[in-house]
Nanobody, 119 residues
Framework: QVQLVESGGGLVQAGGSLRLSCAAS????????MGWFRQAPGKEREFVAA????????YYADSVKGRFTISRDNAKNTVYLQMSSLKPEDTAVYYC????????????WGQGTQVTVSS
């Protein structure tokens, strides 16, 4: 059974930083993508960033490019999202997920972690 467990969310002031972690277990992820998505109140869930598990390619939404960095530790089966220069509009529940393509096709999801950025 695949499990994705996010951690690292919290409350931060605008301009601050947070690092989210997603620990994955239950299967081999070597041919898949790990992604981060977010959903703000009253809005649809949106893509944030993704990385190939083995190839090292990374992908970002335009809204976070240059501020967020996705990385992975294959030995720990963990993916990270380093978020810097946070803005109030980054406030959302952040989810990690496993899928077959960088921006779509995700079929395993974590339960989410809340990130709140105060102005």
């Amino acid at each position: 059974q695949v499990q994705l467990v996010e951690s690292g969310g919290g409350l931060v002031q605008a301009g601050g930083s947070l690092r989210l972690s997603c620990a994955a277990s239950g299967r081999t992820f070597s041919s898949l993508y790990m992604g981060w998505f977010r959903q703000a109140p009253g809005k649809e869930r949106e893509f944030v960033a993704a990385t190939s598990w083995s190839g090292g390619s990374t992908y970002y939404a335009d809204s976070v490019k240059g501020r967020f960095t996705i990385s992975r530790d294959n030995a720990k089966n963990t993916v990270y999202l380093q978020m810097s220069s946070l803005k109030p509009e980054d406030t959302a529940v952040y989810y990690c997920a496993v899928g077959t393509a960088p921006r779509v096709g995700y079929f395993y999801w974590g339960q989410g972690t809340q990130v709140t950025v105060s102005s």
